[in-house]
């Protein structure tokens, strides 16, 4: 899936993709279900807040603002995402 998160601390956002570290085809950075940002908004739905650690045990909290099936996502980029 490709999802855009929102930074909550920040407001910063950031899209990816959530699958396999090192996929060759990715058209954008990769972060794996198991790195502690995929792990916390796997099952996310849009609009949900969730929270993760970074390895210095700094808590972030983070909005899932879409996640849209990879390929589908370029038709996906003209479409405003939930704020």
Do not use: C
């Not at 855009?4 to 899209?15: E, H, L, M, P």
């Not at 993760?52 to 996640?67: E, N, R, S």
């Amino acid at each position: 899936m490709v999802v855009t998160v929102r930074y909550d601390a920040t407001g910063d956002t950031d899209t990816f993709l959530l699958g396999v570290h090192g996929a060759e085809y990715a058209d954008m950075a990769v972060y794996s279900i198991q790195s502690p940002l995929g792990a916390a908004i796997a099952g996310a739905r849009p609009g949900e807040r969730r929270t993760y650690h970074l390895p210095t045990g700094a808590a972030l909290a983070v909005t899932l603002l879409k996640a849209v099936p990879y390929g589908l996502h370029i038709a996906d980029l003209n479409q405003p995402a939930i704020h």
